[in-house]
């Protein structure tokens, strides 16, 4: 199973829980099952069912633009990061 980490301003919903492992094909899966797990994570994650602008989802340590779609491989570690801005 993936090993998805929850960004630690979410743990409130989380019950704290730092990690959960889960059965998912792709980003959208594990959102989906984190969301029943944890009521309300879904829509801290996502904005118009995609990945909120102001995340980034790292896949065995590679950030990926694809989004809701990236797939996830049985034992993929899964991280959403807050995107860094500049200027």
């Known amino acids: 199973m993936a090993t998805v980490f929850i960004p630690a301003q979410l743990r409130e919903l989380s019950g704290g829980l730092q990690s959960v492992e889960l059965e998912a094909r792709n980003v959208r899966d594990a959102v989906e099952q984190l969301d029943v797990m944890f009521p309300g994570l879904k829509e801290r994650i996502c904005t118009d069912g995609n990945i909120s602008p102001s995340l980034q989802v790292s ?14 491989q049985p034992h993929s570690e899964v991280h959403f990061i ?5 200027g």
């Open 59 to 72: 896949i065995d340590s590679v950030i990926t633009s694809r989004g809701m779609i990236a797939k996830i």
């Open 82 to 86: 807050p995107a860094i801005g500049g």
